[in-house]
């Protein structure tokens, strides 16, 4: 089954590490159906997400057929990202091989892999995503640095990945005397904005010897609202947003599709999406590496809790304003 997930270029698949390859085999059921078949029904419960392994579908709304989909596509996700109704039926156009996770599993992938997540709210309802999306986004993570550099303000997410890489024990991340004197002290060169309580706490536990894996959670949670209440909002404005949207298949009004449209063959309709779209170029300071998975604390995305078993997104690499300019450095490690 690993084998078989690993052959689709699916863009919430891109970095999946072999574990989560093997989390989500474990949750992945083979089904077999016979052509003519209704797989899913409009209006009825979304309970299951599937993706195409062999054979084509056809997607219809109200009685029309809108779109038709075959190999390395998949269809399901908007009912179970929404938690609303199915917005189409899809019907097999021949027999075909499915891979299919239930809505419980769904939810835990959610949960385990944030990157998931990310990347189905991007492409269903980008300007709803919260920080967390964007930070765990592969792309929209790039883009935002881009942002923040042209906001000079670039050191509350390199902060911000710094702080989950630390809490991960990632291997090369900085040290908790090395976070301070880059993020915390009133003279650090990257100095994020913070209350003086949260910074004396700091300074006192890193005295004490007390550098847990916690050290920086409160601080993390204020620069995290800032961003949120003010450069996210500021981000999804900017033609940086809107040139990130341009690099997804970003998911069209249905109704307004098919009247204006007609039949739309292989655009992204009703919960469908193609598993073979190229991958969008990212920022030159952006590139995955390959570092593993280790457990980690929780940390809190405004009012949301994060399982952060995945540390800082793995392809970005943070702006060093101890160098000159634009200069950029030091790779951000992943786990």
């Known amino acids: 089954m690993t084998n078989q997930l690993k052959r689709f270029n699916a863009p919430f698949l891109n970095g999946f590490t072999d574990e989560e390859y093997q989390y989500l085999a474990q949750v992945t059921q083979l089904q077999h159906f016979q052509a003519d078949y209704t797989i899913i029904e409009e209006g009825t419960d979304a309970n299951r997400f599937f993706m195409i392994a062999h054979g084509e ?77 964007v930070i765990y986004h592969r792309i929209a993570v790039s883009f935002f640095s881009e942002h923040l550099e042209k906001e000079f303000s670039a050191e509350n997410l390199n902060f911000v990945l710094d702080a989950l890489d630390y809490q991960a024990s990632v291997e090369g991340c900085l040290g908790a005397q090395e976070m301070f004197d880059l993020y915390i002290a009133k003279e650090a060169e990257q100095n994020v904005n913070i209350n003086e309580s949260s910074l004396n706490t700091i300074k006192q536990r890193i005295i004490a010897g007390d550098i847990k894996a916690d050290l920086f959670d409160d601080s993390v949670k204020e620069v995290i609202h800032l961003m949120s209440t003010d450069s996210l909002n500021r981000f999804k404005r900017s033609s940086l947003f809107a040139e990130f949207l341009k690099t997804l298949h970003l998911y069209k009004s249905i109704s307004t599709s098919v009247k204006k449209r007609g039949f739309i063959k292989n655009s992204v309709l009703a919960g469908t999406n193609d598993l073979t779209d190229s991958r969008p170029r990212s920022p030159s300071h952006c590139r995955p590496n390959g570092h593993k998975q280790q457990p980690r604390q929780k940390v809190y995305f405004s009012n949301i809790e994060v399982d952060t078993k995945q540390a800082a997104p793995s392809h970005l690499k943070k702006i060093d304003s101890r160098e000159s300019g634009d200069s950029l450095s030091t790779s951000l490690k992943n786990t």
């Open 57 to 133: 579908v056809v997607v219809s709304v109200d009685g029309q057929e809108v779109n038709e989909m075959g190999e390395g596509q998949y269809f399901g996700e908007i009912g179970l990202v929404q938690k609303c109704k199915r917005t189409a039926t899809v019907i097999t156009r021949t027999p075909c091989v499915m891979l299919s996770v239930n809505k419980g599993d769904f939810d835990k992938l959610f949960e385990k892999i944030p990157s998931v997540a990310a990347d189905f709210q991007a492409r269903l309802a980008p300007q709803k995503m919260t920080i967390e999306h």
